[in-house]
């Protein structure tokens, strides 16, 4: 499984947009300069995370976007899903018929693995990851 780059382009989005949650929001611009991300690039993400209605234009002079909840209430899953269709491993496991059906060892497995994989996503917040940023960025390095 392999995550497409406006997946973890749009979880870099959100992050910085829940880093700067003030009144204004954050501008595109600042957004790409601070992920280094293409502005162009970045218009089809945020287009993208406006439709899934987890960010929000501010409108006025000099304002930018802002997460539509709280960043304790948008799962990982939720960004996932703005640029993806529900999460299914295998072929077998979307609604289309199995030939094999419910006899399949290796279908219960692919169900098993793929619910795991969504909980995991549904569990871990944007907060999270705002939290896990800090503390990365807070760290202090002392060189002797």
Not at 9 to 35: N, P, V, W
Not at 82 to 97: D, I, S
Not at 108 to 126: H, V, Y
């Amino acid at each position: 499984m392999k995550l497409n780059t406006k997946t973890r382009y749009g979880l870099r989005t959100m992050l910085e947009i829940a880093l700067h949650s003030g009144e204004r929001g954050i501008l595109q611009k600042d957004i790409a300069t601070s992920q280094n991300l293409s502005v162009k690039y970045l218009d089809q993400i945020i287009s993208e995370l406006k439709s899934a209605n987890l960010i929000r234009t501010i409108s006025g002079k000099k304002s930018g976007y802002k997460l539509t909840r709280e960043a304790k209430e948008i799962c990982i899953y939720d960004i996932y899903l703005a640029f993806n269709p529900p999460l299914h491993l295998v072929n077998c496991l979307n609604e289309q018929e199995c030939t094999l059906n419910n006899s399949c060892a290796s279908q219960n497995f692919w169900c098993t693995l793929n619910a795991e994989i969504i909980s995991k996503l549904q569990t871990k917040t944007l907060a999270d990851i705002v939290i896990d940023h800090k503390k990365l960025t807070n760290q202090i390095m002392f060189y002797i």
